[in-house]
């Protein structure tokens, strides 16, 4: 935590964290939530970010966004809003760091294969893997499997979107149609993470900080693809408002720079309203403790109703120019391709398996694939395929 910062009665305290699965003797240099972050931007599975997609493949341009800068621009908003509502910085850190470290390669398309793969095997949910990630498959320490992060950032890990289930242990949001991912309860049933509550402020200044970077760089990185024209976006609340303000002060102003511009006041306009909208969240329920908040019944670091709404008309802009624009959905479908042929391949012919000469598992090779990188899991399909997609 910021020395400057007075932390607020409803922030977590990494003195009075719930520890550990495994215990371990403290630090004598760093709290428990800065441990967390340093094990994560440690990690294996951290390195690899820097070559999974997020929206453009690694090789379509230096200068787009991969999981690994997304993740970095995440925590940077998370600590932004943490020291302005008085949080544990570290914390909310944590739980931006951690949040991709689930994805497979090619971002989406590469989910969707997994889970059209193990469709009669539970599925595939990124938030799932990455439960797996840091509890079982980072192997860096000689005493336990994964990365013995504390129950807060876990929580935060396990809760991105909010609660799993409600208070009778019944899936609910996201997971009511499907029922929550087999590695969640497995690890919760050892660990139990209190799917129903809310987690920490800390965590949800993650999840929020999401929301945000992906909104704001997924318009510079579309506009930098030439996807769509800026004047297009003239007509989007929040987006509209703040060209005419830029064209208004900055008659004439290069193109470049008036995208850079947009991108900025975006970033900073969201900041701004989730401060002032989570204040008066706070204040209306007065929490007087980390618990308060996990049993508030809603998040209290949120967007205003207002701020809402434009998220959504940003991302129902984005979806048909960007995510399926038909570049990216061709380039995709022949991702999705690449991974559904790794998965058949391997379980057919465990033998190629660079790792083990025996009979894998579906969720051993979905774990293996979703631990790739792009150009990895390319790589394997030119050395197992006569013909490779060039994804381009």
């Not at 009075?16 to 599975?45: K, Q, V, W």
């Not at 509209?240 to 002060?249: H, K, Q, T, V, W």
């Not at 391949?345 to 000469?357: A, K, M, Q």
Request: hydrophobic share 40%; proline share 5%.
């Amino acid at each position: 935590m910021n020395a400057r910062c007075t932390r607020a009665p409803f922030a977590t305290d990494p003195a009075a964290s719930r520890g550990r699965l495994h215990s371990e003797p403290p630090s004598a240099t760093r709290n428990d939530f800065r441990r967390d972050c340093d094990r994560i931007i440690h990690s294996t599975a951290f390195r690899r970010l820097a070559h999974k997609t997020q929206v453009f493949i690694y090789h379509e341009g230096d200068h787009y966004r991969t999981r690994l800068t997304h993740t970095l621009e995440v925590a940077q908003i998370a600590r932004s809003l943490a020291r302005a509502l008085s949080l544990d910085e570290d914390l909310a850190e944590a739980c931006a760091l951690g949040h991709d470290l689930g994805h497979p390669p090619f971002g989406h398309s590469g989910e969707r294969a997994l889970d059209q793969c193990l469709a009669d095997h539970g599925g595939f949910d990124h938030n799932a893997q990455t439960l797996s990630v840091v509890t079982r498959l980072e192997r860096r320490y000689a005493a336990f499997d994964g990365l013995n992060l504390t129950f807060e950032t876990l929580e935060g890990l396990v809760k991105h979107n909010g609660p799993l289930t409600d208070a009778a242990g019944r899936p609910t949001g996201r997971q009511e149609a499907r029922g929550v991912a087999s590695a969640i309860l497995d690890y919760n049933a050892r660990h139990d993470l209190e799917l129903a509550l809310h987690a920490s402020a800390e965590a949800q200044a993650g999840a929020i900080a999401d929301d945000i970077a992906y909104d704001a760089h997924d318009i510079d990185d579309g506009l930098r693809a030439r996807m769509f024209a800026i004047e297009e976006l003239a007509a989007v609340p929040l987006i509209g408002d703040i060209l005419a303000e830029i064209d208004a002060r900055s008659p004439g102003i290069e193109a470049t720079r008036r995208t850079h511009e947009l991108v900025r006041r975006m970033i900073a306009r969201m900041i701004e309203d989730v401060i002032a909208h989570s204040k008066r969240l706070i204040d209306k329920r007065a929490p007087s403790s980390a618990e308060d908040i996990r049993r508030a019944g809603a998040p209290v670091v949120a967007f205003s109703p207002e701020m809402a709404a434009a998220d959504r008309a940003i991302k129902a802009f984005l979806f048909p120019r960007m995510y399926r624009h038909p570049r990216i959905v061709r380039i995709m479908d022949d991702a999705q391709s690449v991974v559904s042929d790794l998965f058949a391949r391997y379980i057919r012919t465990p033998g190629d398996l660079p790792w083990r000469d025996g009979p894998a598992g579906p969720r051993e090779v979905a774990d293996f694939i979703a631990g790739m990188t792009d150009r990895y899991a390319l790589s394997e399909h030119a050395r197992l395929f006569d013909s490779t997609p060039e994804l381009r």
